[in-house]
């Protein structure tokens, strides 16, 4: 038998309603805050991740699925979607009409991590975007977003994690106090912060292991190094987080480890899920268009990790069942024929109608009927052909009453609609 991937996997009826309540509730919220749906290919360059992303990070230097096309390109399958959205905004000059742009996504991303529970190798994100808008609000909407959608899905346990990275100002004083607070610690740090110390020392703040969270505890905090105009976007974050009652806590160990990341960066972060706590990212990432040859136009963003938010929504109700209203059970190839063509009608009206195309018995179709939940069944045989007319059972009440063929769907339309 051939099995999937590892770190790969199938997302099956049953499962999948969840994520399309999660996915239409999502873009539904979205497009009321204005943002319009992009598209963009799951292949990119490779280039277009590895000057985004950066050649230091985990992602591209293992985590890429990156190999050679038919004529030798390097082409990468997208670990996130932010990079393509950049490129996307910058080669269509979208910036020209209006720098303010603000775009949603949904598809799977690519990252070759060690595979474990809420980790796989192709996830799926919810991206939103917003160009052009240097005012901190625009972060503070992007934060708001987050909470409503976590409100409007039922999810209790979820809270905003926030922190400011500074800007190209004040950074450096800060990345200097913390690569001297590194250097008095480096006993004490895990081999791959060691390495991270001096090629990206703000990332040794995010890591896990539990001997490098001990030796960062009395870490300095880039909050004691921002500049003024730094600190009075981050004060305005707060402020309107207040006003607009979104719950969030100042978490200075939340950064990002790439240079044209500024400002605001946040996550959700929630109880339900264990290890891997965090169902959305995100932050202000100003430099990034101009790093990929665009303007200088600022820009901020999160991606939701959907596998986790859907699993969480899944834990918490039970996926609504779509049954089918009506099931015909044909008896007879006369009656088949005949209910194919309804059931074709019926689809055509947005009515879901099931039959069997085998011949089985009518107690056979009955019980299939039943296992599908259909609140009523259609019974047609030769018998009722010849007389013009079929039988309509009522699965909850028993009842059944004669139908004449003529003008059915329409028939059985008003009856199942009536019924409310
Ligand atoms: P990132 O793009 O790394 O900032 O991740 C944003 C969100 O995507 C995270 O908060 C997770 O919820 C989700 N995510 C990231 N990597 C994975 C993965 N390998 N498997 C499942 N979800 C992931």
Same mark, same amino acid.
């Given at each position: 038998?051939?099995?999937?991937?590892?770190?790969?996997? +199938?997302?099956? $009826?049953? !499962?999948?309603?969840?994520?399309?309540?999660? !996915?239409?509730?999502?873009?539904?919220?979205?497009? +009321?805050?204005?943002?319009?749906?992009i598209r963009i290919p799951i292949m990119e360059r490779t280039e277009v991740f590895a000057r985004s992303i950066g050649e230091d990070t985990d992602i591209? *230097?293992?985590? /890429?699925?990156?190999? $050679? +096309?038919?004529?030798? !390109?390097?082409?990468?399958?997208? $670990?996130?979607?932010?990079?393509?959205?950049v490129r996307s905004y910058i080669q269509h000059k979208m910036y020209a009409s209006d720098p303010v742009q603000k775009?949603?996504?949904?598809?799977? /991303?690519?990252?070759?991590? =060690? $595979?474990?529970?809420?980790?796989? =190798?192709?996830?799926?994100?919810?991206?939103?975007?917003i160009f052009g808008v240097a005012s901190p609000l625009a972060d503070v909407e992007l934060i708001f977003l987050l909470a409503t959608l976590c409100s409007r899905l039922g999810i209790e346990d979820v809270k905003a994690h926030i922190n400011s990275l500074g800007c190209p100002a004040c950074r450096p004083d800060y990345r200097q106090a913390l690569a001297k607070y590194l250097a008095e610690v480096d006993d004490k740090l895990c081999a791959d912060c060691r390495r991270r110390r001096t090629r990206n020392p703000l990332r040794v703040l995010d890591c896990k292991v539990p001997s490098c969270r001990e030796a960062m505890a009395d870490a300095p905090s880039i909050l004691d190094y921002l500049c003024d105009d730094c600190r009075v976007d981050f004060d305005t974050v707060k402020d309107f987080l207040d006003k607009l009652k979104v719950a969030y806590v100042i978490d200075k160990r939340l950064v990002r480890g790439l240079d044209y990341y500024a400002r605001t960066t946040f996550e959700m972060q929630t109880g339900v899920l264990g290890a891997q706590s965090a169902v959305a990212g995100g932050g202000r990432y100003d430099g990034l268009v101009k790093l990929l040859g665009g303007p200088d136009q600022p820009a901020t963003g999160f991606a939701i990790g959907l596998d986790r938010l859907a699993e969480i929504v899944g834990s918490q109700q039970a996926a609504p069942v779509k049954k089918p209203p009506?099931?015909?059970?044909a008896l007879g190839e006369k009656g088949q024929h005949e209910a194919f063509q309804w059931i074709?009608?019926?689809?055509? !009206?947005?009515?879901?109608? *099931?039959? +069997?195309?085998g011949s089985r018995s009518l107690k056979a179709q009955m019980?299939?009927?039943d296992r599908l939940g259909a609140a009523y069944v259609l019974i047609v045989g030769e018998n009722e052909l010849s007389q013009g007319s079929a039988i309509l059972r009522n699965m909850a009440t028993k009842?059944?009453?004669e139908i004449p063929i003529d003008n059915i769907v329409n028939r059985v339309k008003e009856i199942i609609s009536n019924r409310g």
């Open positions: 038998m051939i099995q999937l991937i590892r770190g790969f996997k +199938d997302i099956l $009826p049953g !499962e999948i309603e969840t994520w399309q309540v999660v !996915e239409k509730t999502a873009a539904s919220l979205f497009e +009321d805050f204005g943002f319009k749906e591209v *230097e293992k985590e /890429m699925y990156t190999f $050679p +096309d038919r004529k030798g !390109e390097l082409i990468t399958l997208r $670990p996130e979607a932010t990079a393509s959205i775009f949603y996504t949904i598809g799977p /991303m690519f990252r070759r991590e =060690r $595979p474990q529970k809420g980790r796989y =190798r192709q996830f799926y994100q919810i991206n939103v975007e009506v099931y015909v059970a074709c009608r019926f689809g055509m !009206e947005g009515i879901n109608v *099931e039959m +069997d195309f019980k299939r009927a009842e059944q009453v």
